[in-house]
């Protein structure tokens, strides 16, 4: 299993960023996925989560309205569009296969920094 995120990077305030995260080895279609997001020396903080055919999607308050996740199951790919940055959407941002009610894969995360 990989996850390898992109398109990450530094902003200003109100800008937008679209992070996509490519996926390998194994039926991606078949798994819920989630980005997460970790500011430094703060928890993870979960994002937004998307089911398997896309139809259904999930934000934190903090996000709803900003930010937009999709995926492409014919290019095993997630998306996380991100209009209207703010500083505080600052974090690594990272993509997980939903297991459960947990993550069981990562990836290596894509940082985003929104700053003047």
């Known amino acids: 299993v990989q996850l390898v995120e992109s398109g990450g990077g530094m902003v200003q305030p109100g800008g937008s960023l679209r992070l996509s995260c490519a996926a390998s080895g194994f039926a991606f279609s078949s798994y819920d996925m989630s980005w997460v997001r970790q500011a430094p020396g703060k928890g993870p903080e979960w994002v937004s989560s998307?089911?398997?055919?896309?139809?259904?999607?999930y934000y934190v308050d903090s996000v709803k309205g900003r930010f937009t996740i999709s995926r492409d199951n014919a290019k095993n790919t997630l998306y996380l569009q991100m209009n209207s940055l703010k500083p505080e959407d600052t974090s690594l941002y990272y993509c997980a296969r939903v297991y459960y009610s947990d993550y069981d894969y990562w990836g290596q995360g894509t940082q985003v920094t929104v700053s003047s």
């Open positions: 998307i089911n398997t055919a896309g139809a259904d999607t």
